[in-house]
């Protein structure tokens, strides 16, 4: 099997759904690692390619994993056999990488099985995303709700939808929560883009840290996806690290790294504004606070927790308040804490054994958009990754067909210092003055 992935979090979905999906894996979707399946990782270059330690923190074992290129990505694809690839990425990167493949399997007897899907909470750019990723032979839906609209979106455009596969995010599991620690601890998930005006993060973090003078007796976390210099998924031009520094936080207060599932083992109360970790949390039976302070809104995505019984806001946690989830949201999202997530990939894993056991092989992958159905816009998300619009690699497209020498790791490692310095200290002093 093979993964190709753009950030630390789709690494992690990536491998993880990998390890699920595998057909050898039928029956033991408890197990986050199949030691009987040869896992390749492939990691496409960008402003995102997750670090060292990034990659460290997601914890997944793979048997070899290696930076590239698009276009040396599908030169490697083109000369290996695998039975399963997983895309792990954006949906134009997924849509790039549909054609790109398209075009040098052409003349191929027979291909891997293409698996994409989301790595958490789909609350934005529902119809953008899905079609973008339409074309594989299966777009995953982490939940019966998604599967519902992505399958209605598919068919609102004559798309053929039968690629939707419902699963469950891939990442759940861990000890269910039993009582309260000692001490008492409440963590708030923080997001690298939501929300994205300091104003708002700073007043969340103000709101926190009076938490934590409130209950002088609790552990009270801020944990955080990366550390500065480091991008996730998302840009985040205002690191909470960044504006600690004009607080003066109790004793009780800290910042906290590492694996999220680590971090719920010790966790009674989990507090976020609409992350993923809210799903881990519920899966677990945790307390779980999705927050109203600024609003129920689209743009936060906590709009996608309507009906959950987790909406509350910090006076109501000051004041000890506990949410009740309710039982029919929760099973709708994939959470399944009654123990039918052991069976949760089945469908998955059936679908691939079906497709490899194919007679004359799978025909070619056939994405919706196309030059005939898209000519304003396929071509230019082609190009961000230099192919052309029949999927060929443009002129100059660079690939690297050997190891970087020293030199070359040097301006890389600059050229990504360069582009995180102008994000997260030039563009907010340009808004800013923008703004005056």
């Known amino acids: 099997m093979a993964v190709l992935a753009d950030s630390d979090t789709r690494w992690k979905w990536g491998s993880l759904t990998a390890n699920r999906i595998a057909p050898e894996q ?12 040869r896992l390749d990782g492939y990691l496409l270059r960008g402003r995102a390619t997750p670090t060292p330690r990034q ?47 398209g075009r040098v399997w052409e003349d191929r007897a027979s ?32 939940s019966r709700q998604d599967a519902d609209r992505f399958r209605g979106v598919y068919d609102g455009v004559g798309a053929d939808s039968s690629a939707v596969t419902e699963v469950a995010l891939p990442f759940l599991g861990g000890t269910p929560y039993t009582g309260e620690h000692d001490p008492y601890t409440v963590v708030f998930a923080a997001q690298p883009s939501v929300p994205d005006s300091r104003k708002d993060r700073t007043y969340l973090l103000n709101r ?36 600690m ?22 966790t009674d109360l989990l507090v976020t504004i609409s992350s993923t970790a809210a799903l881990e949390s519920l899966h677990r039976r945790i307390p779980t606070v999705v927050l109203t302070d600024l609003g129920v809104r689209e743009t936060l995505g906590n709009h996608h927790f309507v009906g959950s019984g987790c909406l509350a806001s ?14 029919e ?45 898209a000519p304003g816009y396929l071509p230019g998300i082609l190009a961000r990754h230099h192919l ?36 997260q200290r030039v563009a907010p002093v340009i808004r800013r003055m923008g703004e005056l």
């Open 55 to 101: 990659l460290q923190e997601v914890g997944v074992r793979a048997d070899s994993l290696r930076e590239v290129t698009a276009v040396e990505f599908l030169r490697t694809m083109a000369e290996e056999s695998y039975d399963v690839l997983v895309l792990s990425l954006v949906g134009g990167g997924v849509q790039a990488m549909l054609h790109g493949l």
């Open 208 to 243: 926190l840290v009076q938490h934590a003078r409130l209950h002088p007796g609790r552990d009270v976390l801020l944990k955080l996806r990366s550390k500065p210099g480091e991008h996730t998924t998302h840009i985040e031009e205002l690191p909470y690290q960044k504006l």
């Open 329 to 373: 949201w929760v099973a709708r999202q994939g959470v399944v804490p009654d123990g039918s997530y052991d069976t949760a990939f089945d469908a998955a894993r059936e679908r691939i054994a079906k497709l490899l056991d194919r007679p004359g092989g799978l025909p070619p992958l056939t994405p919706y958009y196309t030059p005939v159905t």
């Open 26 to 37: 039928a029956g033991n979707a408890a197990d986050t690692e199949n030691p009987d399946i």
């Open 314 to 327: 910090w006076d109501q946690l000051d004041a000890r308040h506990r949410p009740v989830p309710d039982a």
């Open 388 to 423: 052309g619009p029949d999927g060929t690699p443009l002129p100059g497209a660079p690939a690297a067909d050997r190891e970087p020498g020293p030199v070359r790791q040097i301006v890389r490692r600059a050229a990504r210092g360069a582009y995180r310095h102008g994000v």
């Open 111 to 142: 291909r891997p099985v293409v698996v994409t899907g989301y790595v958490g909470v789909v609350y934005e750019k529902l119809a953008d995303g899905l079609l973008l990723r339409h074309g594989a032979d299966l777009v995953l839906a982490n």
């Open 245 to 266: 520094q004009r607080l003066d936080p109790p004793a009780n207060f800290r910042l906290v790294y590492g694996n999220m599932g680590e971090v719920l083992d010790r």
